[in-house]
């Protein structure tokens, strides 16, 4: 005689995935993603980078890429996010000259050794991009630290002192870059600091 299988229990656990491990696998996939543009770049003009060519390079689907992205400058876009919230955590480091507003000297190394990556970014027209998201990210980095540096309150809006330190940084970032032999990455963090705390000083 057939017997019936045995009624499931109410306190079964669920067939979920772990929320950790599925962030974990998007990020890979969207790291992957960046990776394969960001080299892509360096070996053609973008205009000619199609999405296809992008999933051959990373080794994803279709379906994956548009999962995140609508296109390429989504993608495109994504890599410099992934890049600049890297940055936050640079700031954690020791540093001889204290407590940072940006982590000046590792930026500086990275751009002289990815010039390869800036010169194809500049060739496809795509620097004031990279620099408008720049400034808005430095900004924000810049005005979560303000407040650790004196209680005492700034004469002007935190978030202008912030942008206006932002601005500083950026020619600051373009002077360097064609003077990379006067400087180092560390001398010149050492003096953007400098600058800002002279300004930060200024407190009514």
């Known amino acids: 005689m057939p017997t019936s299988p045995p009624p ?15 962030d974990a696998r998007i990020t890979r996939t969207t790291r992957a993603l960046g990776g394969a543009l960001i080299a892509l770049i360096q070996e053609r003009d973008f205009s000619e980078i199609t ?10 689907g279709r ?6 992205y609508r296109n390429k400058e989504d993608a495109l876009h994504s ?12 700031l954690a480091r020791p540093s001889s ?3 940072r507003l940006f982590p000046v000297t590792e930026f500086l190394e990275h751009i002289a050794a990815e010039r390869g990556l800036v010169d ?9 991009d990279v620099s ?35 601005g500083a940084l950026l020619e600051t970032i373009r002077w360097w870059q064609d003077r990379q032999s006067v400087a180092t ?7 953007f600091h400098a600058l800002a705390r002279g300004a930060l000083s200024n407190r009514r």
């Open 8 to 22: 499931k229990s109410n306190n079964a656990a669920p067939d979920v995935r772990n929320p950790d491990e599925i």
């Open 51 to 60: 999405v296809q060519h992008i999933l051959d390079r990373a080794g994803v």
């Open 63 to 68: 379906a994956t890429f548009y999962a995140h």
């Open 79 to 90: 890599s410099y996010e992934h890049f600049f919230d890297a940055l936050d955590s640079m």
């Open 97 to 99: 000259i204290g407590p």
């Open 120 to 128: 194809a970014l500049s060739r496809a027209g795509r620097l004031e």
């Open 132 to 166: 408008a998201m720049f400034s808005g990210y430095a900004t924000r980095m810049i005005e979560r630290r303000i407040a650790n540096w004196s209680g005492a309150i700034l004469p002007l809006p935190s978030m202008l002192a912030a942008r206006m330190l932002a």
């Open 185 to 191: 990455p560390a001398q010149m963090d050492a003096a």
